[in-house]
């Protein structure tokens, strides 16, 4: 069996790369040194201090002698220490005549090292989207079209065609608020006059939906007792499908106060 010797420290960066020579000049067969993985040590760096100084790439370097030592490198998280005692895959370097040999320093790096393969690859990929994208342009696309339009109606002051009068003095009596499309009506409410006239009455709001074309809006007031009619709505829209129309009135006191002496 092979003896192995560990020996802890409190940081990986506290090995000097001339600590790791002097090991494997005094006879060990190998010597390997694990760390923290990359970006692992939030406010400490010695991880990656100690793999730039293992790949001669900060002072001070591991020895030119010793780059391709048997000298490795792992960096693993505390709890798969147990990795570091098995075999490794070392990377092998291929000679012009056609031998091979153990490629200790690339072995030490955190990550591989970006080369024109990888840029070729990548460029591959984003060649092979754009020509799937250049035949999925021409692929028809027909989305699904709602059959429907929704309207929406908002008056804010359902009291207000009655006048300012009115609202000192309410008439005890129900109006009757109906909204018609093309002359067929669609909604019918009561308004009671205790919840009419009052400081701030409840807005009146509906929606429904219609089909697509033209069509003919009419939203009038009826009183009742009297039978007098308020038109608070005649025109006609285009309703197209998908569209939602929103009829919102704000009327002031003096036009409604016209509006109610034309009536009477």
Request: hydrophobic content about 40%.
């Amino acid at each position: 069996d092979t003896a192995v010797e560990i020996i802890t420290l409190p940081c990986v960066g506290a090995a000097p790369p001339d600590l790791l020579k002097r090991t494997y000049d005094a006879g060990a067969a190998e010597v390997q040194i694990v760390g923290c993985p990359p970006d692992d040590c939030i406010n400490r760096e010695g991880n990656l201090w100690a793999e730039q100084r293992l790949i001669r790439k900060r002072v001070p370097r591991l020895r030119r002698e010793a780059a391709q030592a048997p000298i490795t490198a792992l960096w693993l998280a505390p709890n798969e220490f147990d990795q570091a005692l098995k075999p490794q895959n070392i990377p092998v370097i291929t000679h012009e005549d056609g031998t091979t040999q153990p490629d200790y320093l690339s072995s030490r790096r955190m990550t591989e090292p970006l080369t024109w393969r990888h840029f070729l690859i990548a460029f591959g990929m984003l060649a092979v989207v754009m020509v799937m994208q250049i035949f999925l342009t021409d692929l028809p696309f027909s989305p699904i079209q709602p059959q429907q339009a929704e309207v929406r109606l908002i008056f804010d002051d359902p009291s207000a065609p009655f006048g300012r009068l009115k609202r000192l003095d309410p008439i005890d009596d129900v109006i009757e608020a109906t909204l018609m499309i093309d002359g067929e009506v669609v909604m019918t409410r009561p308004l009671l006059s205790d919840e009419l006239f009052v400081l701030e009455p409840t807005p009146l709001v509906e929606q429904l939906t219609v089909t697509p074309g033209t069509h003919h809006f009419t939203l009038t007031f009826t009183e009742q007792s009297t039978g007098a009619v308020y038109i608070l709505l005649d025109e006609t829209r285009q309703v197209e499908e998908g569209d939602i129309i929103t009829l919102v009135h704000h009327y002031s006191d003096v036009i409604f106060d016209r509006a109610e002496e034309m009536v009477r």
